[in-house]
């Protein structure tokens, strides 16, 4: 039997791989979300209060959500952009949640990373990682890293305390969804230190119009299947709105699998949920994904990027998302079931 490895194991781990650097680089996924944002402000804690490294964090894409901006602001943490960087230039490279070879961080899985901290199921370029902490079974990355700052007996500010407490409720949806033990306790702990006014102000952070414009669309596209829907979102200058859509349509009632989907600089994205306790977005994702795209995710909620050739007409486009989009409803049970527009 595989022994237990500790807190105190996996801190004494990181922190002697982070010994003697003066600067470390904090990569996470593209257009980042809360989890991701709040995630790499701890390792930074980490990493300044253990070893005095001062970390940059950097991402490709945009952080385009109001409440994922407001989250940059409150923390005044100033990403950077990935594709501008010199990784020569940073004595160590870290990766939270997000994984080198996966389609949602633009990655070099060729260069080793020092550091891998992410909640997702492993891949094959992440075990070459100095260190790496994958827990699957994890709700949030926060989760994890709130074990790290605990066992170090770090004083957590109330910024990132915040940051920290919002990461993991947007990763569980309020600590209803693939949630456990851990992230409950996190989530316990770290609340007594933020600030809950600000942590309001963000969750309600103001919409721009567009945003309303985007959510029409998705609603006018969606059409029902039995308990599924599925929404085309079309033309989109970030994926975030790709996985809100399919967040709140999961809430319609009877309703228990949706899919969305966008097109963002010749890629298509697909985002994925689900309630059904034995279904498995993530394995139906990587199966859209196939050879050519990317995929994964967890139990309830996953994701797909699939590259568009070169040249393809708009008309061959739609064709592409109908054949994902028949696939998707015969993997979930549903394509012998004709659809009917939700707002009909």
Same mark, same amino acid.
């Given at each position: 039997?595989?022994?237990?490895?500790?807190?105190?194991?996996?801190?004494?781990?990181?922190?002697?791989?982070?010994?003697?650097?003066?600067?470390?680089?904090?990569?996470?996924?593209?257009?980042?979300?809360?989890?991701?944002?709040?995630?790499?402000?701890?390792?930074?804690?980490?990493?300044?209060?253990?070893?005095?490294?001062?970390?940059?964090? #950097?991402? /490709?894409? @945009?952080? *385009? &959500?109001?409440?994922?901006?407001? =989250?940059?602001?409150?923390?005044?943490?100033?990403? $950077?952009?990935?594709?501008?960087?010199?990784?020569?230039?940073?004595?160590?490279?870290?990766?939270?949640?997000?994984?080198?070879?996966?389609?949602?961080?633009?990655?070099?899985?060729?260069?080793?990373?020092?550091?891998?901290?992410?909640?997702?199921?492993?891949?094959?370029?992440?075990?070459?990682?100095?260190?790496?902490?994958?827990?699957?079974?994890?709700?949030?990355?926060?989760?994890?890293?709130?074990?790290?700052?605990?066992?170090?007996?770090?004083?957590?500010?109330?910024?990132?305390?915040?940051?920290?407490?919002?990461?993991?409720?947007?990763?569980?949806?309020?600590?209803?969804?693939?949630?456990?033990?851990?992230?409950?306790?996190?989530?316990?702990?770290?609340?007594?230190? #933020?600030? /809950?006014? @600000?942590? *309001? &102000?963000?969750?309600?952070?103001? =919409?721009?119009?567009?945003?309303?414009?985007?959510? $029409?669309?998705?609603?006018?596209?969606?059409?029902?299947?039995?308990?599924?829907?599925?929404?085309?979102?079309?033309?989109?200058?970030?994926?975030?709105?790709?996985?809100?859509?399919?967040?709140?349509?999961?809430?319609?009632?009877?309703?228990?699998?949706?899919?969305?989907?966008?097109?963002?600089?010749?890629?298509?994205?697909?985002?994925?949920?689900?309630?059904?306790?034995?279904?498995?977005?993530?394995?139906?994702?990587?199966?859209?994904?196939?050879?050519?795209?990317?995929?994964?995710?967890?139990?309830?909620?996953?994701?797909?990027?699939?590259?568009?050739?070169?040249?393809?007409?708009?008309?061959?486009?739609?064709?592409?998302?109908?054949?994902?989009?028949?696939?998707?409803?015969?993997?979930?049970?549903?394509?012998?079931?004709?659809?009917?527009?939700?707002?009909?």
């Amino acid at each position: 039997m595989a022994r237990r490895v500790t807190p105190v194991t996996r801190l004494a781990r990181l922190w002697s791989v982070l010994a003697g650097a003066k600067t470390m680089l904090i990569v996470v996924q593209n257009n980042p979300d809360p989890d991701a944002i709040a995630a790499a402000a701890a390792l930074r804690e980490i990493a300044k209060q253990i070893h005095g490294t001062a970390c940059s964090v #950097a991402h /490709a894409g @945009v952080v *385009g &959500r109001a409440e994922n901006k407001a =989250l940059l602001d409150y923390l005044r943490l100033n990403t $950077r952009e990935l594709e501008t960087l010199d990784l020569e230039r940073f004595e160590r490279i870290g990766m939270v949640d997000a994984q080198p070879g996966a389609g949602n961080v633009n990655f070099d899985p060729s260069v080793r990373l020092d550091v891998v901290i992410d909640h997702h199921p492993i891949r094959r370029e992440t075990r070459s990682a100095r260190f790496t902490d994958v827990r699957s079974r994890y709700g949030a990355t926060c989760s994890m890293l709130y074990e790290y700052l605990s066992t170090a007996q770090i004083e957590i500010p109330t910024r990132l305390a915040t940051a920290m407490i919002y990461g993991i409720r947007s990763d569980t949806q309020d600590l209803g969804r693939e949630s456990t033990k851990a992230d409950v306790e996190a989530y316990l702990g770290l609340y007594p230190l #933020a600030n /809950a006014r @600000v942590l *309001g &102000r963000i969750v309600s952070a103001p =919409l721009p119009n567009s945003y309303f414009s985007k959510l $029409r669309v998705a609603l006018d596209q969606a059409m029902v299947y039995g308990n599924r829907i599925v929404s085309d979102l079309g033309e989109l200058d970030s994926p975030e709105m790709v996985a809100e859509a399919a967040d709140l349509l999961l809430r319609a009632e009877d309703v228990s699998w949706t899919m969305c989907s966008g097109v963002i600089e010749g890629w298509i994205h697909l985002s994925l949920r689900t309630t059904d306790r034995d279904g498995n977005a993530g394995r139906i994702a990587r199966n859209l994904g196939g050879r050519r795209g990317f995929g994964g995710g967890h139990g309830a909620l996953a994701a797909s990027q699939i590259p568009i050739p070169n040249g393809r007409t708009k008309r061959e486009v739609k064709n592409m998302i109908k054949s994902l989009t028949r696939r998707f409803l015969k993997a979930t049970g549903g394509d012998k079931v004709s659809g009917s527009p939700l707002c009909g």
